[in-house]
């Protein structure tokens, strides 16, 4: 399903974003421009065409202004001074993304966040637009993989362990050994309000400063 990049309604335009449906069962309005300050037309419209689409919740944004609809989380921004890490409490051996481990990457990446607000679903073309670049890795725990770790120019962009994997401390350890890959005196990386456990992982690990950088609305 593919994205609507400018959706014009009566009261204003939005950009839809609607390939998460089939995945996740979700899809985001961006509002881009309102007429006559009928914002909650607006939403009503992109919602109703959002879910004749086949979702089951949608969920707005504006940038960081309010909505008229129930605030569900932000997305913050945490930074650390490189610096400033602490040492993975054991070593692990980062295995890049390559075309023989792509299909196990991209299995556990989609299953891991499926249910993370703001996450978006990856296919194929993800894949290939990572290949090569030294950003994105898979770990091995047991024999099998048990979780991957992507990386952009600034941090850290997501870690995933499957969930018969975790409490072993591969989050901690692979998030710790991935971030040492990158140079600069800082880093950053994104999660939403509402996800409490990659939360308190990054907060123990030093991250902090905490910057909202959108916020999100669930409409009825």
């Known amino acids: 399903m593919k994205n609507i990049p400018i959706f014009t309604a009566s009261n204003g335009m939005a950009s839809l974003i609607l390939r998460e449906i089939p995945y996740s069962g979700r899809a985001y309005v961006m509002v881009r421009a309102v007429w006559r300050g ?17 979702a089951e919740a949608v969920y707005a944004s504006q940038e960081l202004e309010p909505l008229p609809a129930n605030h569900a ?11 400033d890490l602490p040492l993975p409490d054991r070593p ?5 993304l390559s075309a023989e481990n792509a299909a196990a990457y991209l299995e556990i990446y ?4 499926r249910d993370v607000p703001g996450a978006t679903a990856y ?9 090569g670049k030294n950003l994105a890795f ?8 048990a979780a991957v770790a992507e990386l952009d120019s600034r941090g850290l962009a997501g870690v995933a362990v499957l969930p018969e994997c975790r409490g ?15 140079d600069g005196p800082e880093l950053t990386l994104k999660t ?14 030093g991250f902090g400063g905490d910057r909202i950088t959108s916020r999100w609305w669930q409409l009825d």
């Open 110 to 113: 989609n299953r891991c966040f």
């Open 192 to 205: 939403a309000s509402t996800n409490r456990a990659a939360l308190a992982l990054y907060r123990s690990l």
């Open 38 to 54: 009928e914002t909650a037309a607006l939403l009503s419209e992109c919602g109703q065409f959002c879910r004749a689409a086949g």
């Open 123 to 131: 296919d194929r073309k993800d894949m290939e637009r990572l290949m």
């Open 73 to 83: 989380y932000d997305m913050v921004e945490l930074r650390c001074r490189r610096a």
């Open 92 to 96: 692990l051996k980062l295995e890049p």
């Open 138 to 145: 898979l770990v091995r725990e047991a024999g099998r993989y």
């Open 168 to 182: 072993l401390g591969l989050g901690r350890n692979l998030t710790l050994s991935a971030l040492r890959l990158l």
